[in-house]
């Protein structure tokens, strides 16, 4: 029998400077955008905090850090017209998974630093058993990304890959020679390949079942439910049961993260159950991991609301302890394996 999870108490701390880890609901009347957690309220309850087993850790897969304006003038330039509008530097992280009880994470490189991965690697350096980095693929014309892929791999220790489309050159597709070269070299040295399908599923979808069927031993991350929002018409139900198809390949993983960016409502994403339970269903808990997309996730619900969004949602579903585990931490862990081993 399902065991039913209860609603995780949801924490509101006073909002400092570049402190909003667990920010205060504020009001929507200014014309800049604001903290969307008016319902953060649904989250707190009198009864008693309910938490993920102790021995299963919790893991993000999928967040990123970029440098503190300081580090950027000092050491870490920002890629010219990628300058971010929110604090991601490490620290400010650490501070957030302290606060929300996360142990561990998937660091993606950001956009904010393109192809220069020192900032990350500085992280991954100095937090060796609490980081694994994913690099980006750089997917230039002249190939010289897939020596670059095996660099940040073998001599930099990254342990996945990112592909993103609209970082091709104009009018190439994934799959052309350099995106085969550098997907093939990635399942020959055992990287998971992340796809960001930001602007939908069906316009690369294609390209990830010719990717996945040529080269079956590399293994995929879809990022952020492959940005399949609960369907309102035809052609969104047709990308979310594409999605669902998609779980015909072994190989393939559903990250449920930056639930902010798919849901249709605010914290906590309640109009998700429907599909998680879905997804769940297709895939498997084992198949299926949590991801915060730190630090855009701060001022929509904070960082401990996009842990706790998971197991409010789980209780609609309801999911059983054990698959929540595999969802919050499990299957990364065992997809990664040898870091955050459980104690």
């Known amino acids: 029998m399902a065991m039913r999870f209860k609603p995780l108490l949801s924490v509101s701390a006073p909002l400092h400077h570049f402190n909003y880890c667990c920010p205060q609901p504020i009001s929507y009347l200014s014309k800049k955008p604001q903290f969307r957690i008016s319902a953060a309220k649904m989250a707190t309850t009198s009864e008693p905090q309910t938490k993920t087993p102790s021995q299963t850790k919790i893991i993000d897969s999928h967040l990123h850090v970029w440098a503190s304006p300081q580090e950027a003038a000092d050491k870490y330039p920002y890629f010219p017209g990628q300058e971010p509008s929110l604090p991601g530097n490490v620290d400010f992280l650490l501070e957030c998974m302290a606060e929300a009880g996360v142990d561990g994470a998937l660091i993606v490189q950001p956009i904010n630093h393109k192809f220069d991965h020192s900032l990350v690697t500085s992280v991954l350096n100095k937090y060796p058993t609490k980081f694994v ?94 940005f399949c929002k609960p369907p309102t018409n035809d052609d969104e139900s047709l990308a979310f049961s594409e999605l669902l198809k998609l779980s015909r390949f072994p190989q393939v993983y559903v990250k449920f993260s930056a639930l902010f960016r798919v849901s249709r409502m605010p914290f906590p994403y309640q109009d998700l159950s429907n599909i998680f339970s879905q997804i769940i269903s297709s895939f498997g808990a084992n198949r299926v991991m949590w991801g915060s997309d730190f630090p855009f996730v701060v001022p929509e619900c904070g960082y401990k609301g996009a842990k706790e969004a998971v197991s409010l949602i789980a209780n609609q579903v309801p999911l059983s302890s054990s698959e929540l585990e595999w969802i919050m931490g499990k299957t990364i862990t065992q997809l990664f394996q040898g870091q955050w081993i459980q104690s």
């Open 133 to 226: 980095g994913c690099c980006l693929a750089n997917p230039a014309e002249d190939g010289s990304g897939v020596k670059q892929l095996e660099h940040l791999i073998l001599k930099d220790g990254y342990r996945a890959v990112r592909f993103n489309p609209y970082l091709w050159p104009s009018g190439q597709q994934m799959t052309n020679e350099v995106g085969k070269a550098m997907f093939s070299k990635a399942g020959e040295l055992g990287v998971p390949v992340g796809f960001m399908c930001m602007k939908g599923l069906r316009l690369h979808l294609s390209e990830i079942e010719k990717l996945c069927t040529e080269f079956p031993s590399t293994v995929v991350l879809l990022d952020h439910l492959a």
